[in-house]
């Protein structure tokens, strides 16, 4: 019987991913080299990274809140969560014409880099009361959030995941919303964020933000992490990820040895790379499982940069996702 409950809240979007051999610029048509579709959504993502993450599935129930059209798209994604280990009892079907969530994605076949147009449909649905009722009964536990539902309730469901003192909350702010309440970073025990989302986070600080002037530069995020972690007010953890440089992590939990930043270089994948786009969700579903499961934090982050070297040699975001059994460790 499952111990540990990791509760995701978030988007579920039906991706639409066009391949070139280059993306094409303003006012210019190119010929596309591939065309597939696939399940999505950060919410969706992290959900299912969670879920295939786990080393011991018994033990860990990984569940969705969020919401999708009366469509075939809806049908779809749930189908797939359900196969592979997402409770989605709390995914709400909405109906009146509104669709589904649809990420439009455009991929460099070159570099494997993308570009993404997200229109939310049914995640703008969501509400305070689906929140609330989703993390009530439950005193402890993890809770993942991201920004790709409307912001105020990722506001709420912070407050009301941190009411208990005893939950875990995972925020990856992406996409980034100025409009967020910067009070609410003391009550997120884990902030994990690309180096342009951690400059973006403090960018009305022109002290903090000059720290990170260039992407996925190691140096400048071991030197930044402390100074953005105290002005959070973070309890706990956070993470800086570099792409290709792996990641910047700090553990400034109190039972920690070494309160000092760790730069831990990437995994180098076995396989071509081929599409980025679902790295980052990746990433985050192998440190909130390794942590739900009672692990540290360096044992997370080896697992989750493993795990990213995987899905980036796979095409579309939730189907690339690697189970735990796949991991070279």
Do not use: W
């Not at 993306?23 to 080299?33: C, F, K, M, R, S």
């Not at 469901?157 to 409009?179: C, E, F, K, L, W």
């Amino acid at each position: 019987m499952a111990t540990n409950t990791i509760t995701v809240i978030g988007s579920l979007n039906y991706d639409v991913v066009t391949t070139s051999t280059r993306i094409p610029q303003a006012g210019e048509t190119i010929a596309a080299t591939n065309f597939e579709t696939h399940n999505g959504g950060k919410g969706s993502n992290q959900a299912l990274a969670c879920a295939k993450l786990r080393a011991d599935r018994a033990a860990t129930t990984v569940r969705l809140v969020g919401c999708v059209g009366a469509d075939t798209f809806g049908d779809n994604i749930k189908a797939f969560l359900t196969q592979n280990g997402v409770d989605v009892g709390s995914v709400r079907t909405i109906g009146g014409g509104i669709s589904t969530g649809v990420a439009t994605i455009l991929v460099d076949a070159a570099s494997g880099q993308n570009r993404i147009l997200v229109y939310p449909g049914a995640n703008g649905a969501i509400t305070e009361t689906d929140i609330t009722q989703a993390l009530s009964g439950s005193s402890s536990g993890v809770v993942v959030l991201q920004n790709e539902i409307p912001i105020k309730l990722v506001e709420h469901a912070i407050r009301t995941a941190s009411a208990s003192g005893s939950n875990t909350i995972v925020y990856n702010p992406s996409p980034i919303n100025a409009d967020f309440d910067i009070s609410l970073y003391r009550h997120v025990s884990c902030l994990l964020v690309n180096s342009i989302e951690a400059a973006a986070i403090v960018a009305h600080e022109p002290e903090l933000a000059q720290l990170i002037t260039r992407d996925d530069d190691a140096e400048q995020a071991l030197a930044a992490i402390g100074l953005i972690a105290r002005y959070l007010g973070l309890p706990r953890y956070i993470i800086i990820t570099l792409g290709a440089q792996g990641c910047v992590y700090l553990d400034n939990s109190p039972g920690a040895s070494d309160n000092k930043p760790v730069h831990v270089a990437a995994k180098k994948p076995a396989n071509p790379i081929i599409d980025t786009t679902g790295a980052g969700d990746t990433f985050l579903g192998g440190i909130t499982a390794q942590l739900a499961e009672g692990n540290d934090l360096s044992h997370a982050v080896n697992v989750a940069l493993s795990a990213s070297a995987i899905a980036i040699t796979r095409n579309g975001a939730g189907d690339s996702i690697p189970d735990y059994s796949e991991l070279a460790l």
